[in-house]
């Protein structure tokens, strides 16, 4: 909950149009205040560092220091604060609102006909309602996530060898529970701050899992596509938007893409295991607002007798996946969420903790490594 104080905000943006427009919206929030503007990276910083305002919405295309670049220098300089991004509903446009999200960038509101949008009137609610959140958001800086990588690399006994293309360290090798023929569904719900912390968990699970990851991240229409051809490109899973009819497959994990609730089916063929289960895409309504919805996710697997499970909850604004993880430890399955330390919102985990049914809370950067040793 918001409390009943002012929420300074600097907007930064190469456009004086786009200043104005975006400062006029945000004064419309209820306790809303825009403190100062500034027109590029560089200003933002000194104003930063003069100001200390609560939260900064950053333009990605700008002179002189560009959104991302900005971002990497508050990180580096130690500075915590909340960033909202504005980008381009493009290609290269969302390309980039990834790369900050990954950066430490809180959340994003694409602006909807380009840099200079006259229709930004459109995203008002949308943009007031994260400023709000972000205002309360947990950021995170270098020094942080050094930290995170050397506690990681501490509890890892060996790695994998690499796979097709360059990776980085995994978790120990799997040939042991692979023997077994147990083969599991590892079902992840993630909102705000979702595509840091999966760009933290995923490139660590190993190519020869006996598992099939499925996502469910809260974001829109063509940001998903992108972020799984991203993730793919840094992980030794096979990483992908998800498809209608798309049938799993160990090793591999699929994103539900923006708009669409991701189910699963079993087919007819008389095949076993994961690879008798198929992806179904729907436009049902969505689910507390949501769509995609992690609880919806959740209950289509735990409709699945014969294939173990594995619910995780990560960082998120709201309760998505709470009632989802009663009904995966309902038929059996195991849950397990991120802690309030690492979250940049602990919303949904704090959600899933509440129904009493979470098996264990951990860091962000511990994740991974209990995925695996569940599953051994």
């Known amino acids: 909950m918001i409390e009943n104080k002012t929420i300074n905000v600097l907007v930064v943006d190469d456009s004086a149009f786009m200043r104005k427009v975006v400062s006029d919206i945000v004064e419309s929030g209820k306790g809303l205040k825009v403190i100062s503007t500034a027109r590029n990276g560089k200003q933002a910083i000194e104003k930063i560092k003069e100001l200390n305002p609560d939260v900064v919405t950053l333009d990605i295309e700008m002179p002189e220091l560009d959104g991302l670049e900005t971002l990497k220098k508050l990180k580096s300089l130690g500075i915590k604060i909340p960033v909202i991004m504005l980008s381009s509903f493009t290609t290269e446009g969302s390309k980039a609102t990834l790369k900050a999200l990954e950066l430490g960038a809180v959340d994003f509101v694409a602006k909807p006909s380009g840099p200079i949008?006259?229709?930004?009137h459109t995203v008002k609610t949308e943009l007031i309602e994260k400023i709000q959140i972000a205002s309360k958001a947990k950021v995170h800086t270098e020094r942080d996530e050094q930290k995170d990588k050397k506690d990681f690399e501490s509890t890892t006994e060996t790695t994998v060898k690499p796979a097709r293309k360059p990776k980085p360290k995994v978790e120990p090798d799997l040939k042991v529970v692979k023997q077994t023929g147990e083969e599991f569904i590892i079902a992840i719900g993630a909102s705000t701050g979702g595509p840091r912390a999966l760009n933290e968990v995923i490139p660590k699970l190993p190519q020869n899992i006996p598992a099939c990851v499925l996502i469910t991240q809260h974001m829109p229409a063509?940001?998903?596509?992108?972020?799984?051809?991203?993730?793919?490109?840094?992980?030794?899973?096979?990483?992908?938007?998800?498809?209608?009819?798309?049938?799993?497959?160990?090793?591999k994990a699929f994103i539900a893409p923006g708009g669409f609730h991701l189910k699963?089916?079993?087919?007819?063929s008389g095949t076993k295991g994961l690879r008798s289960l198929k992806i179904v895409l729907d436009k049902s309504p969505p689910v507390k607002g949501l769509r995609p919805s992690v609880d919806i996710m959740f209950e289509s697997i735990s409709n699945l007798a014969e294939i173990k499970k594995l619910a995780v909850i990560l960082t998120g604004m709201g309760s998505d996946g709470a009632e989802g993880v009663k009904m995966i430890k309902d038929s059996g399955g195991q849950v397990i969420v991120e802690d309030e330390s690492s979250c940049v919102v602990f919303g949904m985990p704090r959600a899933a903790q509440k129904t009493g049914v979470v098996d264990k809370t951990l860091h962000l950067s511990s994740i991974a490594s209990e995925i695996i040793r569940r599953i051994k």
């Not at 998903?224 to 090793?251: C, F, H, I, W, Y």
């Not at 699963?264 to 007819?268: E, G, H, M, R």
């Open 117 to 120: 949008s006259l229709d930004i």
């Open 222 to 251: 063509g940001f998903t596509k992108l972020m799984g051809e991203r993730l793919s490109s840094v992980s030794q899973l096979n990483v992908k938007e998800a498809e209608d009819g798309d049938r799993l497959e160990p090793g």
């Open 264 to 268: 699963l089916k079993k087919d007819s």
